[in-house]
């Protein structure tokens, strides 16, 4: 009898720690929610940093000034003609408050889906201009920005 319970809690504590083993993301269209085949990425992106993201969900890069920077100046080139300069919207919304047209938008991994796999209108998949790496900057960048209530940023919790 006691071989039988020492086994059965052997087998809650194997399962716990299991539990706790970070999952990996499983990014998804933003429109669709079919998987998101990241094979078509830019080459270049397969940092630590996109590693990291891709087993917590979390952009590493949120609140590193240096790649916050580097956010901006990649936000210049591919985004700004639709979302303007600063982000406050043109063509496409505004993306410095808490009104997002896609709700996922909330948290890091739905940011990452609508930049990489794209949404209605003209926002086109964003792969073929970043690699997925970069698209974590420009992310990085947009968070910094953000002039909502904190309480609404599903990144900060």
Known sequence: MKVKKLWIAGAIVATSMAANVQAEITPRH??????????YAKKGGN???FKQFLKTGKNP??????AVKQGHDLYL???????????????????GDDYWTYP????????????????NGMMGPQYVNFNTDEMLH?????RSIYNGDPKKAKWLK
């Open 77 to 95: 080139t591919g985004c700004s003609g639709c979302h303007g300069h600063e982000a406050e919207g043109k063509l496409g919304p505004g993306l």
């Open 30 to 39: 933003a429109l669709t929610g079919e998987v998101l085949d990241l094979s």
């Open 61 to 66: 890069y949120n609140g590193d000034e240096e």
């Open 47 to 49: 940092t630590e940093a």
């Open 138 to 142: 420009i992310m990085a960048w947009i």
């Open 104 to 119: 996922r938008g909330l948290t890091d991994q739905g940011l990452f889906e609508i930049l990489f796999g794209g949404a």
